[in-house]
């Protein structure tokens, strides 16, 4: 059973180094931040302010169910607060998706600049 311990010690190991990279993380609103740097920042202020319409559609449409007197209006009411609900949340999700695609091009980005880097010793140990 030695080898169940060495496996679950390198595990171990290995989470811990994980844990101290995943610190070193930037938080949600560096990159929100990050997103707005990129490419795409003119399409991120679009979607932005359309999920605040939408957020703003959804809650009065909420409110008109709530305060409906007839079920024919509450009807009404509750199809287009879902309908705006689901808009917010698609919204969002592509906001979500944003960030997490200009995240992983700075991490390809350091990956390149490392690589290159170490390209560039390999070279100066070999002359």
């Known amino acids: 059973m030695k080898i169940d311990r060495d496996i679950k ?5 290995d989470a811990s180094h994980l844990d101290e990279i995943l610190l070193q993380e930037p938080g ?10 990129s490419g795409m920042r003119y399409w991120l202020f679009l979607v932005y302010a359309l999920a605040l319409i939408s957020a703003a559609v959804y809650v009065y449409c909420g409110y008109n169910f709530v305060t409906a007197p007839e079920l024919d209006d509450r009807i009404f009411w509750g199809i287009w607060f879902i309908f705006s609900f689901i808009i ?3 919204l969002k999700l592509w906001t979500f998706m944003e960030m997490n695609r200009t995240s992983t091009m700075r991490e390809v980005k350091r990956i390149e600049l490392a690589v290159e880097k170490l390209q560039t010793l390999i070279e100066k140990d070999r002359s």
């Open 88 to 90: 917010h949340i698609t």
């Open 28 to 37: 949600l609103f560096r990159r929100i931040g990050y997103s707005f740097n």
């Open 9 to 13: 010690q390198a595990l171990n190991e």
